[in-house]
């Protein structure tokens, strides 16, 4: 068996929501103590266009190093948001520019891989902590 995980899909340009995420995982990591270790956390990208493997780096350099960044082509990025139901559009701005719509919850895997919920956006930290021990045991 392996580990538990957290996923998270977002993209490095996000100005509010993919931030406030990658912090609060951190912090929710940090008051695991050693037993973080133990989870595998991954950020996928939706907008592999810009977010490039040299570009996620650069941007989750600023997280909790234990999350992991994953890009691909537009089409296999398309075929894995599309496996775990994951919405994300792409949003029109001026000047050419786009933004991206995208779902915002973190998703936990126990270490079968089977599916154990959400953590909704905004969560308090404790309900996510009870979660993620949970699937620690």
Known sequence: ????????FGFT?????CPTTLTD???????LGPKAD???????????????APQ???????????????TGSPEAVAATAKAYRIYYS????????YTLDHSTAV???????????PIGYGSSPDQALERLRAVLG
């Open 107 to 117: 998703y936990l895997f126990d270490r079968r891989g089977e599916f154990v919920g």
């Open 38 to 52: 133990r989870l595998n956390v991954i950020f996928i990208t939706v907008d592999p266009e810009r977010d490039t």
């Open 90 to 97: 792409k949003v029109p701005l001026e000047g050419g520019e």
């Open 13 to 17: 340009y996000c100005p509010e929501i």
């Open 56 to 70: 996620l780096k650069r941007y989750l350099s600023n997280f909790d190093p234990r999350i992991r960044g994953l």
């Open 1 to 8: 068996m392996g580990k538990p995980t957290l996923i998270y």
């Open 25 to 31: 995982i951190g912090q929710w990591l940090e008051k």
